[in-house]
C-alpha cells in the first residue's frame, strides 16, 4: 500500500507562486520510485506537468513550465514538491502527484503510474 497526501493549493493572482507538497507514505525505499506531477483542467484532459525518474534528481517539464516551475524530491522526509513561479491563468487547474516503484515506460503518461495523490487545487486570477 501506498498512499500519497498532498497540501499547498489555493487561489493567487497571476505572477504569484505557490508551492505543493507531496508526502508518501510507504513501506519501502521512496528512492526507489519514479514521481511525477499532472494536471487537469475542467473539460479537459489530464496534462503531464513534470517527472523524476527513481535513478535521477533532474526534472522533466512539458515545455509550458519550463523556466516557471521546478520538481524536486526530498526521499530522506518521503516528500515530492512543484515549486510553481510566476503564476498564469493557463495553469489553473487540480494538480495531482503520481508514483510507481522503479521504472516507468513513458514518464509524461498518466497511464504508467499507479499511485495517485487526492488532487489540490490551484486556482490563477487575472
Known amino acids: 500500500q501506498v498512499h500519497l497526501v498532498e497540501s499547498g493549493g489555493g487561489s493567487v493572482q497571476t505572477g504569484d507562486s505557490l508551492r505543493l507538497s507531496c508526502l508518501a507514505s510507504?513501506?519501502?525505499?521512496?528512492?526507489?520510485?519514479?514521481l511525477a506531477w499532472f494536471r487537469q483542467a475542467p473539460g479537459k484532459e489530464r496534462e503531464f506537468v513534470a517527472a523524476i525518474s527513481w535513478m535521477q534528481s533532474d526534472a522533466n517539464y512539458v515545455d509550458s513550465v519550463k523556466g516557471r516551475f521546478t520538481m524536486s524530491r526530498d526521499n530522506a522526509m518521503k516528500t515530492l514538491f512543484l515549486q510553481m513561479n510566476s503564476l498564469k491563468p493557463e495553469d489553473t487547474a487540480v494538480y495531482y502527484c503520481?508514483?510507481?516503484?522503479?521504472?516507468?515506460?513513458?514518464?509524461?503518461?498518466?497511464?504508467?503510474?499507479?499511485?495517485w495523490g487526492q488532487g489540490a487545487q490551484v486556482t490563477v486570477s487575472s
Open positions: 510507504l513501506y519501502t525505499v521512496f528512492s526507489w520510485y519514479s
Open positions: 503520481a508514483a510507481k516503484y522503479q521504472d516507468v515506460t513513458s514518464y509524461s503518461a498518466a497511464s504508467d503510474y499507479n499511485y
